[in-house]
Each structure stands twice: as C-alpha cells, then as structure tokens.
C-alpha cells in the first residue's frame, strides 16, 4: 500500500470510529513506519435477554433487528412474546398473582436517547411494556402506577383482560391454605429483561414482570424502575435485572452495571461487580438469586449471578444460545 493510500485508509477509519463514538475502542501504534490502525470489531445486532424464556423472546427481536429496524421495536416485541404467554407465570398474563388473588404487573422501557417509560402495579393489560413505551412517547411523565396507569392504557386503546389463568387461580389457590408469606423464594422462572444492539449501533431495553407471587398487594420491585431493573446508556450499554428485586433497589443494580462498563469493566465483569455489591451487605432475603445481562456498544455481553441455576439467552452471529451464567455462590 503506498504511504499516501495508508493515510486514507487510516483517517477514514479514525473518522468512522469517531463517527460512531468508538473512542474506547480505538487504538493506534505510533512507530513512524508502520502505523497500525486497530478497531476491535463492533458485533451487531445482538440481543440478550433473561432466563430460557429469553430464546423465544429474542427470536421476535431478531426478526426485527435482522431486518435493520430499531432496537426500541426489537426489545418491546421480543418481550411481549414472553407477556403474552400464558405458561409463564412470572410475567404478563398467567403471572402469579399478589395474596389477594390480583395479578399486578410492572414494565419499563428505555430507547436509546436516555428516554425512559414505565408503568408499575397495573392490572388487566396484558402487554404492559407497550403501555411504557407510550408512557414514554405520548406523555412528558416517565412513570405511571395503578389505576392511574390503567387509565391511561384504557384511553390509549389497550384491553381490559382477566390477567389470572385456571394454572395461576389453582396455584394460588393452594397458597392460600397455610397462606405462608415467604415472598421471596422463587428462583430460575423469572422477570424478563432484555437489551438489544441494533445495525445503526444504537442500544435499546426493556424489562417486565408480574414480581414476587403472593406479594402485598402494592408491591412494585426493582423492574419498572429505571436504574434498577433496567438501564441503556448508548454511549455505553445497557443492562438489566431478575430476581428478588428488593436487593436489586438498594443497590441501583442495572445503573451500577452500566457505570461499571463506562469505566472500563467488560459486560460480565460489570454484572459480578454488581453482585459483589450484594452479596457484601448480607442482606437477609431467603434463597436470595439476583442476576444481571449487560450488553455493551461494541455487542459484547454477559451475565452473572448470585447462584447457580441462571441462565440468559444471546442472539449473535446468527445463533440463538442459551448459556449458563457464572456465579459467586453454589
Ligand atoms: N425482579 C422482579 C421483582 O422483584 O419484582
């Protein structure tokens, strides 16, 4: 290559890293003879999301992602596939209820301009992440609770449903007889969090459940919070959470993943630094599991979690894996 054509493929290349915001990737070799331009390849598109109900989830978001649409689209359609199903009974419609019987969901969404959305104890919406994003998009507000969220699904078109499935009725019905409050229990069929990278390198996430089965009526965790249970930062990444979400809300867990990343920590590093930050305070929940999935800008990813038995699903490079996470405790 002559000197003159190597200068024009390094200053387009420093141009497009700059473009693209890739300081944190770039590199340069400055032996005057041979300049070495390095940038670390960007992978995109790539969706991550929580737990084995992540793979159907991050189909429809591939779908979307494949086809160059935007991040924001992926994650709200990947997640309503995982709300809509009445076999999981940890998020959407067939999501255990509270201990009065009444299924309470909370959402949040976050697109990649720092715009954020979340609707939290709402009832009888079947889609509550949609109702976030409209949150988002239609009001100046970022989060609507109760019947106030509700009112606002009703007038927006959404459909008032019977949310509790004969599957969740039984089970609740069974919970009723010794009525044990032990809300916090449950590990490995969880809360739906999921973060994407689309083609144009623009990060996007979404997040929803119906929390903790047999919860005091009122109840909201970590999820519909922006900075607990999600967060996208598109200079950075993003990040999300499941588990018991009282742990995740005394901690800022997907905020504090996300910092983590902006200071150079890899996406699994992040999430085990996060746990870490847990499990130092000893908090006093029974069978405590918190996880986190990051996703950064270059499409790296990771997860990890406070015990075995987690799992997230990664769609990259055209394949759809569900894959073990690391853990600090057996
Ligand atoms: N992480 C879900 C919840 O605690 O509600």
């Known amino acids: 290559m002559t000197t003159r054509r190597k200068f024009l493929v390094s200053s387009a290349l420093a141009t497009t890293a700059a473009m693209l915001g890739m300081k944190s990737i770039f590199s340069r070799s400055e032996t005057p003879e041979k300049k070495v331009i390095k940038i670390n390849t960007v992978r995109k598109p790539v ?25 924001l689209d992926a994650v709200e359609q990947g997640v309503r596939v995982t709300e809509s199903d009445p076999n999981i009974t940890s998020v959407g419609y067939g999501g255990l ?23 939290a104890c709402i009832e009888h919406i079947k889609n509550p ?33 019977n949310l509790l499935t004969k599957k969740s009725k039984k089970a609740w019905e069974e919970w009723l007889k010794t009525s044990h409050y032990k809300p916090v229990d449950r590990n490995n069929h969880d809360t739906i969090g999921m973060i994407a990278l689309d083609n144009n390198g ?104 406070v015990k075995k038995g ?5 769609y990259a490079d055209g394949k759809n894996q569900l894959i073990d996470a690391k853990y600090s405790e057996s």
């Open 202 to 305: 623009n990060l996007s996430g979404a997040c929803t459940t119906s929390g903790i089965a047999w919860k005091i009526h009122g109840r909201v965790g970590d999820s519909p919070i922006p900075g607990d249970g999600l967060y996208v930062d598109n200079e950075v990444g993003g990040a999300a959470s499941t588990g018991v979400g009282e742990a995740v809300m005394r901690t800022c867990g997907s905020y504090f993943v996300v910092e983590l990343m902006r200071a150079g920590k890899s996406p699994e590093e992040a999430c085990k630094l996060a746990v870490e930050r847990i499990l130092k305070w000893n908090m006093k929940y029974n069978d405590l599991q918190v996880a986190y999935i990051a996703l950064n800008k270059n499409g790296e990813a990771g997860g990890y979690a």
């Open 97 to 119: 209820p509270d201990r009065d019987g009444r299924v309470t969901l909370d959402a949040c969404i976050m697109d990649e301009n720092l715009n954020a959305g979340s609707v």
């Open 129 to 161: 992440i949609s109702v976030a994003r409209l949150v988002m998009e239609k009001t100046p507000h970022v989060m609507l609770v109760g019947d106030g969220a509700l009112q606002f699904a009703l007038q927006n078109g959404f459909k008032r449903e």
């Open 310 to 314: 987690f799992q997230y699903a990664l």
């Open 47 to 71: 969706v991550i999301s929580t737990w084995d109900h992540g793979i159907a989830a991050n189909e429809a978001a591939w779908k979307i992602l494949s086809t160059n649409g935007r991040a």
